[in-house]
Nanobody, 115 residues
């Protein structure tokens, strides 16, 4: 049974930082492409960052230079370091594991950027 559990969300002031983590179990983690998505109220879910099984990363234009995705295959975790946060970064952030046409989702963690 595959499980993804996010943590690290919360309330932060504009300009602040947060580090999200996603712990995965029940899958061969190192072989999966891992990504972070977010969904703000009233908006469609959007891809934030992705890291392939080989470690290649890619980012949405809105977060380039501010967010960093990384993975630890020994611990089956993927992280998202978020710096210089803006109110428009407010959303529920979910991690996704994808391989061979099958994807798994975590329940998400709320990030609120507000003064």
């Amino acid at each position: 049974q595959v499980q993804l559990v996010e943590s690290g969300g919360g309330l932060v002031q504009p300009g602040g930082s947060l580090r999200l983590s996603c712990a995965a179990s029940g899958l061969a983690f190192s072989t999966y492409e891992m990504s972070w998505y977010r969904q703000a109220p009233g908006k469609q879910r959007e891809l934030v960052a992705i890291i392939t099984s080989g470690g290649t990363t890619n980012y949405a234009d809105a977060v380039k230079g501010r967010f960093t995705i990384s993975r630890n295959n020994a611990k089956n975790t993927v992280s998202l370091q978020m710096n210089s946060l803006k109110p428009e970064d407010t959303a529920v952030y979910c991690c996704n594991a994808y391989r061979g046409g099958i994807g798994y989702w975590g329940p998400g963690t709320q990030v609120t950027v507000s003064s």
